[in-house]
């Protein structure tokens, strides 16, 4: 059973489209994650919801916009997209706390052409 | 702030090698410090971790030591092998900061038999 499941895992799209990432995790946790990788591996986290609450907005353009329907949700829309969105975007989820680990989806894979 | 420094890469080793790859962190309060591994088209994953200065976390072959005297946390193994070819995630969290982790920007590593 996947713990944290994203679709689409590969999106090819045209610039000035709106898109969306759905993610879902079954392990309980209270915590999920929208993280941007980039062509040269650099992870960038983008936003951070705590039992549905929105706890971390990194400087991201505001065409992003997370929503999390419940704590087992957090969905990720992106409006007009640009060439520069092209990346892999990775759900993630973990209990809140410093020590825990954090469980990562196997990422969407966005194109935009 | 927070942040993670580790090895640039990549880096290309044959098999049977020792491996280390460095990283230092900076950080405010007393942060667990984790390892994670990316292997090719798939998301992070958790090698090991370490929540507290001395303490050794391991896993697959792979140990690294929280040493807060230096502020490090290098990985290690004895033997690489093929199969380790992946992207090396070092990373950070401190209770304090909201849950947002901190991540170095990652190190390639290629096996070759």
């Known amino acids: 059973d996947t713990a944290v499941s994203q679709t689409p895992k590969y999106l090819v799209t045209q610039m000035g489209n709106d898109k969306s990432i759905k993610c879902e995790q079954n392990l309980g946790h209270d915590t999920m994650y929208w993280y941007k990788q980039d062509s040269k591996k650099f992870l960038k986290i983008m936003f951070s919801y705590n039992n549905k609450e929105l706890i971390i907005n990194e400087t991201v353009p505001n065409r992003f916009s997370p929503k999390s329907p419940d704590k087992a949700h957090l969905n990720l829309h992106i409006n007009s997209l640009e060439l520069g969105d092209s990346a892999v975007y990775f759900c993630a989820s973990s209990q809140a706390g410093s020590g825990n680990t954090i469980y990562f989806g196997e990422g969407s894979w966005l194109t935009v052409v | 702030g927070n942040s993670v420094t580790q090895m640039e890469g990549p880096v290309t080793l044959s098999e049977e090698a020792f491996l280390t790859i460095n990283c230092t962190y900076t950080?405010?309060?007393?942060?667990?410090l984790f390892w994670y591994v990316q292997y090719p088209g798939e998301g992070l994953q958790l090698l090991l971790k370490?929540?507290?200065?001395?303490d050794k976390g391991s896993n697959k072959g792979f140990e690294a030591t929280y040493r807060k005297e230096t502020t490090s946390f290098h990985l290690e193994k004895g033997s690489v092998q093929v199969s380790d070819s992946a992207v090396y995630f070092c990373?950070?969290?401190?209770?304090?900061?909201?849950?947002?982790?901190?991540f170095g920007d990652g190190t390639t590593l290629t096996v070759k038999p």
């Open positions: 950080a405010t309060g007393y942060p667990s």
């Open positions: 370490a929540t507290k200065a001395d």
């Open positions: 990373a950070l969290s401190v209770n304090t900061n909201a849950g947002k982790s901190t």
